[in-house]
């Protein structure tokens, strides 16, 4: 199956500091998604984005799917951005659409 | 903005009990799976599920779990005799055309 890679596996920043998050993925994909596991547990979908720019925010992403990789931008973070950040992504086939998640980056940011 | 919903939040049970965990699509989504998620752990896929059956799972749906959307509405997972290493985060997701997926808050499952 697809191999997903996420780096740095945890990350700590100062509130106000910019970051990039890493996903790497082993095959070619036309579904990928980040998202937020806020501290309760729930996933809060950030973008689908199996390829090209979009921004949302403080929070940006590009995937270039030819190269097999994804960028999240975290701009001037705030202490809520705390949680883990997932990439997920899919090869869509009609009936079978499943995800494979990375092992996720957990992002600590401090006051 | 329509969500999935997922009940209940949180499931205690004892070993060998079977459980039933509900989830409540978006309307007109057509695609549906459960993914669970290991305390600690990333989150897996279990099944997915498409024109009234099921259209992929993993290793990890073994004979014990099973899915179902009895009434048109609600989407369920069945896990038959639970086991203490089931105990996990239990997910549903929805997708209209079988990409973009949206995720439910999760049911947290504890087996003692």
């Known amino acids: 199956g697809i191999q997903v890679e996420q780096s740095p596996p945890d990350l700590i920043l100062q509130e106000g500091a910019n970051s990039t998050l890493r996903c790497n993925f082993s095959d070619s994909v036309n579904n990928l998604q980040w998202f937020h596991q806020n501290p309760w547990g729930q996933l809060i979908n950030l973008f689908y984005?199996?390829?090209g720019t979009k921004q949302n925010g403080r929070l940006s992403a590009t995937t270039v799917a030819t190269e097999r990789y994804s960028l999240l931008y975290i701009s001037s973070s705030q202490t809520t951005d705390s949680g883990v950040y997932f990439c997920?992504?899919?090869?869509?086939?009609?009936?079978?659409?499943?995800?494979?998640f990375g092992k996720g980056i957990t992002l600590s940011v401090r006051p | 903005e329509p969500e999935v919903t997922q009940t209940p939040s949180h499931q205690v049970t004892q070993m060998g009990q079977e459980v039933i965990l509900r989830c409540v699509p978006i309307s007109n989504h057509l695609y549906f799976y459960w993914y669970r998620q290991i305390l600690g752990q990333k989150v897996e896929f279990l099944v997915s599920f498409y024109n009234n059956e099921i259209s992929e799972k993993s290793e990890i749906f073994d004979d014990q779990f099973s899915v179902e959307r009895p009434d048109g509405s609600n989407f369920t997972l069945k896990i038959r005799s639970t086991k203490l290493e089931d105990s996990a985060m239990y997910f549903c997701?929805?997708?209209?055309?079988?990409?973009?997926?949206?995720f439910g808050p999760g049911t947290r499952l504890t087996v003692l």
């Open positions: 984005i199996p390829s």
């Open positions: 997701a929805t997708s209209l055309a079988g990409a973009e997926q949206f």
């Open positions: 997920a992504v899919g090869r869509n086939t009609g009936a079978n659409s499943k995800l494979t």
